[in-house]
C-alpha cells in the first residue's frame, strides 16, 4: 500500500504549443495612423481567486496565467485576488487583492484596474465567491471597469433564484464576451437570456500535455506497483457521490483482489468548519463495514496541480459519481481525459459533452451497481480499457494546454480595445473635413428636428424636443458650409419650434411635442428652459439674418425674467452662456449682465461648498454636460471682471477635464451610470453631448487663458468621435455628419438621434473657432467684439492679484 506521496518520478514533459499565425478578422481602415500596432502587448486584468486558495476556480485562474506565459508572452495578466479574511492566504507579487465583503473595495480596485490602462477585463463568476446575497458585489465593480469585459461563467443555473438570475442578467450586459467550457451552457444562455452566439465564447478547460501510458512508473513511485488502480479527486463533501463508490466496492473487490480505489483531496473547508471531519469519518466508517478499507487510500490534504497530474497518471481508472447532473465543469474530468484514463462518470453536463462519442464510460447517478458493472467490465477486458484510455487520450488532445491558449488569446484579441494602443497624435494630421449635413437634414421635417432614430431611422414615435431644436438652430448659425436657402428654411423652422413652445401664461418653455404637434406638457424642465435662452442668446449674436437675430433677441428679453425662479445648476449654466453671447452683441444689456453676476456668484458659492481634497466639482454628482458649469463661470467672471470667478472656472476645468481622460490619455466621457453615485465617476453609459461640452468648455478656457492644455484637451475630447475612446469605436460618419448615440460597455449604440448628431456636428465647429482663436482670428461676426474690456486673461488676474497682495483662493 503506497503512502500517497510522489517520489523517484520520472521528468515531466512540457507540452509543444501549437502556436497560430493567422489573426483571423477583417481589414480594418484607420482614420488614425498606428505605428505602434505591430508590437503592442496585451495587458488584461484577470480577476477571481487565485493561487494558493484551496479552489478550482484559483486553479483555474492559476493556469490560465502560468500557461499563457509559456505559449503567448506577449500577454500578460494583472491579476486581482478575491481575499477572504477569514482564510488569508499569501498571493505572493500580485496586481491587487479585494476584500471579499468590503462593498468599497471593489469601487476601488475597479479605480486601480482603469487607472492601470489594461487592455481588457477577465471576470471569473462563480455565485459563492463574491460578497452579499449571491454574489452581488460583484456589480460594483463591472460597473465601474472601463475597459472591454470578458466574463468566465464556471456555472450557468438552469434554474436560477431571481436573484441569481438578476446578477448574471446584469454581467452579462456589461460584457463584451461571455466565456463557457460547455456547449450546453451556450445554449442555455442563448434560450434564457437571450445571449447572440457572437456573444459566446465556448473554450473547453485546459488540460496538460504528457506522454501516453506511464501509469507503470507513476505507480512504482507510489509503491503501488501491479495493481489496478481507479482514483477520485476534489475537495470531499456530500456532493461527489463517494458513498456509492465505496458501495461498490464488494462487487469490484471479489473479481479484482488486488484493486485499490484511491481518494485524493481535503475534506470541504466549508463543511470542515460546519462539521469537522464528521462526513469523512462517515465514509471510512462505511468502508470498514463493507469490509473494502484495505482497497481504499485516503490522500487527505490538498495537492497542488503538478501533484495531481502525478497522482492521477498512477491510476487507471478516473470515476465521477456526482449525483447532480447539473454540476457544469470540472477541471480534473479534463486533465483524466488528457492523460489517457479510462474515465466512469455520472452524465452531468461537462461529462455528457466530454465522453461523448465513446471517450468514456456514462453511467446513472446514485447506483453503486452500476459503477461496479462499469469497473469490472473494463478490468475484465485489459484490451478494452487500453482502448477507452487511447480513446481519451485522442479526445484530451483537442484540450491541450496549448491550444487552450491560443483559444484563450484569440477571445482577448477578439474584444480587447485597440485605442489604448494609439499614440496621441497632433489633431492637424488628422481629417478635419467638414461634416456633411445630409443625416442632420433627414432628422428634420416642417415642424422641427425629430427627437431619436432606429439606426439611421428618424423614429417618430417620441416625437420632438425643445432641448435638440435648440441646439439644431445653433447649428445652422454655425455651419458654414450650409447654403443660404437651407439655412434659411431650417433657421425658420427651428425659431417657429422655440417660439411656440415659449408658453407666455406660465412664462416657460414647453419641451416634449408629440409628432401630431400636441404639446406633452405646459412647462418643461428647467434645464429645457435654460438651454432655450442659450439658443435664444446665440441666434441674437450669430443668427444668419438680420430677421432671426432681432426675433431671438425679442424672445430672449421676454423669457430673461423666468430665470430668477431658477435653481438648477445646468439651467443657470445654459442661460448664462445665452447671456454671454447677448452681452457681446450688446454690451450695456442690463437683464443679460445681471443674469451673469447672479450666476457666476451663484455658482462660485456652489462650488465652494461642494468641493473637497479629493472632489474640485459643483456637486457631489457628476451629471450631463459637466463642462458647462465650469464654462458659465469662466464666461461670467472673464464679462464681469470677478478675476476670482475665472480663476475658479478655469480649475474645476482642469478637474473636470483630468476625470474624463483614461489612463492612456483618451477621453473617457463621465457615463449616466455615474449620475446616482456620489463622488464617483462611472464610465458608461459613455454621450456625445459631454465630448461637444468639452470642446466647447476648453474654448472658453483657451480666451481666458491661452494655453495650450486646452487646445490639447479640445483636440483630445474631438477625437473621441473618430474611435479614441474605450472601445476603439468610430461614432462620427464625416460623409453624411451623422453620429451614433454614443458608447456603452459592449460598444457603440448603433441608434443616430438628434442629439448626437447637434453634438459630432457643434463639436466640429467648437474645434474649428478654437483654431480661429488660436491664430487670432475673430470668432465673432464683429471683430470689434473682442476688443472689449471684459476680454482679459487669467493671467492678468493673477498679476492683479500678487499686486494687491490678496491670497488666491486654493481650487
Same mark, same amino acid.
Given at each position: 500500500m503506497g503512502n500517497g506521496t510522489s517520489k523517484d518520478l520520472?521528468?515531466?514533459?512540457?507540452?509543444?504549443?501549437?502556436?497560430?499565425?493567422?489573426?483571423?478578422?477583417?481589414?480594418?481602415?484607420?482614420?488614425?495612423?498606428?505605428?505602434?500596432?505591430?508590437?503592442?502587448?496585451?495587458?488584461?486584468?484577470?480577476?477571481?481567486?487565485?493561487?494558493?486558495? #484551496?479552489?478550482?476556480?484559483? $486553479?483555474?485562474?492559476?493556469?490560465?496565467?502560468?500557461?499563457?506565459?509559456?505559449?503567448?508572452? /506577449?500577454?500578460?495578466?494583472?491579476?486581482?485576488?478575491?481575499?477572504?479574511?477569514?482564510?488569508?492566504?499569501?498571493?505572493?507579487?500580485?496586481?491587487?487583492?479585494?476584500?471579499?465583503?468590503?462593498?468599497?473595495?471593489?469601487?476601488?480596485?475597479?479605480?486601480?484596474?482603469?487607472?492601470?490602462?489594461?487592455?481588457?477585463?477577465?471576470?471569473?463568476?462563480?455565485?459563492?465567491?463574491?460578497?452579499?446575497?449571491?454574489?452581488?458585489?460583484?456589480?460594483?465593480?463591472?460597473?465601474?471597469?472601463?475597459?472591454?469585459?470578458?466574463?468566465?461563467?464556471?456555472?450557468?443555473?438552469?434554474?436560477?433564484?431571481?436573484?441569481?438570475?438578476?446578477?448574471?442578467?446584469?454581467?452579462? /450586459?456589461?460584457?463584451?464576451?461571455?466565456?463557457?467550457?460547455?456547449?450546453?451552457?451556450?445554449?442555455?444562455?442563448?434560450?434564457?437570456?437571450?445571449?447572440?452566439?457572437?456573444?459566446?465564447?465556448?473554450?473547453?478547460?485546459?488540460?496538460?500535455?504528457?506522454?501516453?501510458?506511464?501509469?507503470?512508473?507513476? #505507480?512504482?513511485?507510489?509503491?503501488?506497483?501491479?495493481? #489496478?488502480?481507479?482514483?477520485?479527486?476534489?475537495?470531499?463533501?456530500?456532493? #461527489?457521490?463517494?458513498?456509492?463508490?465505496?458501495?461498490?466496492?464488494?462487487?469490484? $473487490?471479489?473479481?479484482h483482489p488486488d484493486f485499490l480505489y484511491r481518494i485524493v483531496g481535503a475534506t470541504h473547508p466549508n463543511l470542515v468548519a460546519e462539521q469537522g471531519e464528521a462526513y469523512r469519518e462517515r465514509l471510512k466508517a462505511l468502508a470498514d463495514d463493507l469490509g473494502v478499507a484495505d482497497h481504499i487510500e485516503w490522500v487527505d490534504r490538498f495537492v497542488e496541480t503538478e501533484e495531481l497530474l502525478d497522482q492521477l497518471e498512477a491510476s487507471d481508472i478516473y470515476v465521477t459519481a456526482y449525483p447532480n447532473l447539473q454540476q457544469s465543469t470540472s477541471g480534473t474530468l479534463s486533465y483524466a481525459v488528457a492523460l489517457g484514463k479510462a474515465v466512469i462518470s455520472t452524465a452531468y453536463l461537462h461529462a455528457a459533452e466530454l465522453l461523448a462519442d465513446g471517450v468514456g464510460e456514462l453511467i446513472e447517478p446514485c447506483s453503486s451497481r452500476a459503477i461496479a458493472d462499469a469497473v469490472n467490465s473494463l478490468l475484465d477486458d485489459p484490451a478494452e480499457l487500453e482502448a477507452l484510455q487511447r480513446r481519451a487520450y485522442a479526445r484530451g488532445r483537442e484540450t491541450i494546454w496549448p491550444r487552450y491558449a491560443d483559444a484563450v488569446v484569440r477571445m482577448i484579441d477578439h474584444v480587447a480595445a485597440d485605442a489604448p494602443r494609439r499614440p496621441m497624435i497632433e489633431l492637424a494630421t488628422c481629417d478635419l473635413r467638414t461634416p456633411g449635413l445630409s443625416g442632420f437634414v433627414a432628422m428634420c421635417d416642417d415642424?422641427?428636428?425629430?427627437?431619436?432614430?432606429?439606426?439611421?431611422?428618424?423614429?417618430?414615435?417620441?416625437?420632438?424636443?425643445?432641448? /435638440?431644436?435648440?441646439?439644431?438652430?445653433?447649428?445652422?448659425?454655425?455651419?458654414?458650409?450650409?447654403?443660404?436657402?437651407?439655412?434659411?428654411?431650417?433657421?425658420?423652422?427651428?425659431?417657429?419650434?422655440?417660439?411656440?413652445?415659449?408658453?407666455?401664461?406660465?412664462?416657460?418653455?414647453?419641451?416634449?411635442?408629440?409628432?401630431?404637434?400636441?404639446?406633452?406638457?405646459?412647462?418643461?424642465?428647467?434645464?429645457?428652459?435654460?438651454?432655450?435662452?442659450?439658443?435664444?442668446?446665440?441666434?441674437?449674436?450669430?443668427?444668419?439674418?438680420?430677421?432671426?437675430?432681432?426675433?431671438?433677441?425679442?424672445?430672449?428679453?421676454?423669457?430673461?425674467?423666468?430665470?430668477?425662479?431658477?435653481?438648477?445648476?445646468?439651467?443657470?449654466?445654459?442661460?448664462?452662456?445665452?447671456?454671454?453671447?447677448?452681452?457681446?452683441?450688446?454690451? /450695456?444689456?442690463?437683464?443679460?449682465?445681471?443674469?451673469?453676476?447672479?450666476?457666476?456668484?451663484?455658482?462660485?458659492?456652489?462650488?465652494?461648498?461642494?468641493r473637497r481634497p479629493d472632489w474640485g466639482w459643483f456637486e457631489t454628482v457628476l451629471g450631463y454636460d459637466n463642462p458647462r458649469l465650469s464654462q458659465a463661470l469662466i464666461e461670467a467672471g472673464r464679462i464681469t471682471g470677478h478675476g476670482e470667478w475665472v480663476l475658479a472656472g478655469l480649475s474645476s476645468l482642469r478637474w473636470i477635464s483630468t476625470m474624463q481622460l483614461s489612463a492612456s490619455g483618451q477621453f473617457r466621457p463621465v457615463g449616466s451610470d455615474s449620475f446616482t453615485h456620489p463622488h464617483e465617476a462611472l464610465p458608461f453609459d459613455q454621450q456625445p453631448l459631454e465630448a461637444q461640452a468639452a470642446v466647447e468648455a476648453a474654448a472658453s478656457a483657451y480666451r481666458a487663458d491661452p494655453s495650450q492644455r486646452w487646445i490639447d484637451h479640445a483636440h483630445t475630447a474631438y477625437r473621441w468621435f473618430f474611435g479614441h475612446n474605450d472601445r476603439g469605436a468610430v461614432l462620427a460618419d464625416l460623409a453624411n455628419g451623422q453620429c451614433r448615440d454614443g458608447i456603452t460597455p459592449r460598444g457603440p449604440n448603433r441608434n443616430c438621434g438628434a442629439e448626437s448628431i447637434l453634438a459630432f456636428q457643434l463639436a466640429h465647429y467648437g474645434v474649428v473657432a478654437l483654431a480661429r482663436s488660436q491664430s487670432g482670428e475673430s470668432e465673432s461676426p464683429d471683430a470689434e467684439a473682442d476688443d472689449q474690456p471684459m476680454a482679459f486673461h487669467a493671467g492678468e488676474i493673477l498679476e492683479k492679484r500678487r499686486l494687491s497682495e490678496k491670497p488666491a483662493a486654493n481650487f
Open positions: 520520472p521528468p515531466r514533459q512540457p507540452g509543444q504549443g501549437l502556436r497560430t499565425s493567422d489573426k483571423g478578422g477583417s481589414e480594418v481602415i484607420r482614420l488614425f495612423s498606428d505605428p505602434a500596432a505591430q508590437t503592442a502587448r496585451r495587458r488584461v486584468a484577470l480577476i477571481g481567486t487565485y493561487v494558493p486558495r #484551496k479552489c478550482g476556480i484559483a $486553479t483555474f485562474t492559476g493556469d490560465i496565467v502560468e500557461q499563457a506565459a509559456l505559449y503567448h508572452p /506577449d500577454v500578460t495578466f494583472d491579476v486581482y485576488a478575491m481575499a477572504d479574511p477569514a482564510r488569508p492566504v499569501d498571493h505572493g507579487s500580485i496586481a491587487g487583492e479585494i476584500l471579499q465583503d468590503d462593498r468599497a473595495d471593489y469601487a476601488r480596485m475597479a479605480r486601480r484596474i482603469n487607472d492601470s490602462g489594461v487592455d481588457a477585463v477577465w471576470l471569473q463568476h462563480e455565485y459563492g465567491i463574491f460578497g452579499g446575497d449571491c454574489g452581488e458585489m460583484v456589480l460594483d465593480l463591472v460597473d465601474r471597469v472601463a475597459a472591454p469585459l470578458i466574463v468566465t461563467l464556471h456555472t450557468v443555473l438552469a434554474d436560477p433564484s431571481p436573484r441569481q438570475r438578476a446578477i448574471l442578467e446584469r454581467l452579462i /450586459d456589461r460584457a463584451s464576451q461571455v466565456m463557457v467550457m460547455a456547449r450546453h451552457s451556450r445554449e442555455l444562455l442563448m434560450q434564457m437570456y437571450n445571449v447572440g452566439d457572437a456573444r459566446i465564447t465556448v473554450i473547453e478547460h485546459g488540460a496538460p500535455d504528457r506522454p501516453f501510458g506511464r501509469q507503470d512508473l507513476f #505507480k512504482q513511485a507510489l509503491g503501488i506497483e501491479n495493481r #489496478k488502480v481507479m482514483m477520485s479527486f476534489g475537495l470531499i463533501g456530500p456532493g #461527489k457521490g463517494l458513498e456509492h463508490v465505496i458501495e461498490a466496492m464488494p462487487a469490484i $473487490t471479489a473479481r415642424t422641427g428636428m425629430v427627437q431619436h432614430a432606429i439606426g439611421q431611422v428618424p423614429d417618430r414615435r417620441h416625437g420632438y424636443c425643445l432641448d /435638440d431644436n435648440a441646439r439644431a438652430l445653433m447649428l445652422v448659425s454655425e455651419a458654414e458650409a450650409m447654403d443660404t436657402p437651407t439655412a434659411d428654411r431650417l433657421g425658420a423652422t427651428f425659431a417657429a419650434f422655440i417660439n411656440h413652445a415659449w408658453n407666455p401664461e406660465a412664462q416657460r418653455f414647453r419641451n416634449f411635442m408629440h409628432y401630431d404637434r400636441s404639446w406633452v406638457e405646459e412647462c418643461g424642465s428647467d434645464d429645457a428652459n435654460g438651454r432655450a435662452l442659450w439658443a435664444l442668446g446665440h441666434t441674437a449674436l450669430r443668427g444668419r439674418s438680420e430677421d432671426l437675430r432681432w426675433w431671438a433677441r425679442g424672445l430672449f428679453d421676454e423669457a430673461l425674467a423666468m430665470m430668477g425662479a431658477i435653481e438648477s445648476p445646468r439651467a443657470i449654466a445654459f442661460a448664462t452662456l445665452g447671456a454671454a453671447c447677448r452681452i457681446e452683441g450688446e454690451p /450695456d444689456h442690463a437683464g443679460a449682465l445681471a443674469l451673469l453676476n447672479r450666476s457666476g456668484e451663484f455658482l462660485h458659492r456652489l462650488l465652494a461648498e461642494s
